[in-house]
């Protein structure tokens, strides 16, 4: 199980900017882990949303239990897989 979910919806509005939301539940941890995940899903996202994300699209990543912990070059492998899977 990957260490977020993406969720992508299309907006109608004719714009072509890409949008971003992070969200991490506390069931992940307390506020010190949760702000940890939020600057990795950041840092993920600034790194691939601008190539890989779809125009037009609000982009969702949801931090999972296993994120913290999980490599960040595979958290980056999954994000990859996860926008390509995306955009087909």
């Known amino acids: 199980m990957p260490g977020f979910v993406l969720l992508v919806r299309p907006r109608a509005d004719g ?3 890409k949008r ?3 969200t991490v ?6 506020a010190v882990v949760r702000n940890r995940m939020k600057r990795r899903l950041r840092a993920l996202a600034a790194e691939l949303l601008p190539a890989g994300g ?3 699209a609000d982009h969702i990543l949801i931090g999972r239990n296993g ?3 999980r490599d960040f070059d ?3 492998k999954e994000l990859a897989k996860a926008l390509r899977k995306v955009a087909a």
């Open 15 to 17: 714009s072509d900017v």
């Open 20 to 22: 971003i939301g992070y």
């Open 25 to 30: 539940t506390k069931k992940i941890g307390n």
């Open 54 to 56: 779809i125009a037009g």
């Open 67 to 69: 994120g913290i912990e």
């Open 74 to 76: 595979l958290l980056r």
